[in-house]
């Protein structure tokens, strides 16, 4: 018995940074008619719901830190939750300047790392400004990242580390993370973890989706995004 369907959004419903199809909205619209819809993301609300343009959808953002619900009369979110927790800058600048140093990691557009207001941390490989398309052909079986990831890991114990987006490592304050996110969301909702599915794509080693899949909740692996509307229809429509 599936209740709530908790989902990722990049390389899960869509390409990364991109808008959802119509084969996909019109899935996500079938399934709302009778399950709970949860999205569970890496970045803010704000950034998931217009990425979204607006598809009603109740958003959890920042692993956890953010829970926003839908307000059908504005058409937008109200926020629950939006937390934030303090982060050293220059400390963590300082530690990505050195490594980047180490690694010859040196070449990248823009700023060397991202600060967010809630205290998550974006390590962009080859910078803030990079375009999309550099992104995307930097590192898409995600090796590269894997390689080094004990290190960055290690390098940052007060964080979360994932291998996030296309070319960053994303930190999460401990202790969020999507698993934490998830099953806060559940018991806030009187939802079993059993009664949850979540759907994502970045189920492997140091994947923002890998601690919801070790995780006791029912679980859809996701390789290819464009195969996720049929997938999702073949299990629960």
């Not at 990364?16 to 709970?36: F, I, N, T, V």
């Not at 217009?50 to 979110?77: H, S, T, W």
């Not at 927790?85 to 990505?96: A, L």
């Not at 059993?194 to 989706?209: F, K, W």
């Amino acid at each position: 018995m599936v209740k709530l369907i908790a989902m990722d959004l990049d390389g899960t419903l869509t390409q990364h940074k991109s808008p959802l199809s119509q084969e996909m909205r019109g899935c996500l619209a079938a399934l709302s008619k009778k399950y709970r819809l949860l999205m569970v993301g890496a970045g803010s609300a704000l950034r998931i719901f217009r990425q979204m343009e607006g598809f009603p959808i109740d958003i959890v953002g920042n692993y956890g830190m953010q829970y926003a619900v839908y307000d059908a009369a504005a058409k937008g979110l109200s926020f629950r939750r939006d937390s934030s927790v303090p982060c050293d800058r220059d400390g963590v600048r300082s530690r990505i300047d050195a490594f980047r140093a180490s690694h010859g990691l040196t070449d990248y557009a823009g700023d060397s790392v991202e600060f967010h207001d809630s205290g998550v941390v974006t390590f962009p490989l080859i910078g803030t400004k990079a375009v999309l398309a550099d992104k995307l052909a930097y590192d898409p079986d995600r090796s590269r990242r894997r390689a080094i990831y004990g290190e960055v890991k290690a390098l940052f114990p007060e964080f979360n580390v994932f291998v996030g987006g296309s070319s960053s490592f994303d930190m999460a304050p401990k202790p969020y993370d999507k698993a934490y996110a998830l099953s806060g969301i559940c018991a806030e909702m009187g939802i079993s973890h059993s009664e949850a599915l979540y759907v994502g794509d970045d189920y492997g080693p140091g994947g923002n989706d890998e601690a919801v899949f070790k995780a006791d909740f029912q679980t859809l692996a996701i390789d290819d995004y464009r195969d996720t509307p049929a997938l999702l229809a073949a299990r629960l429509l």
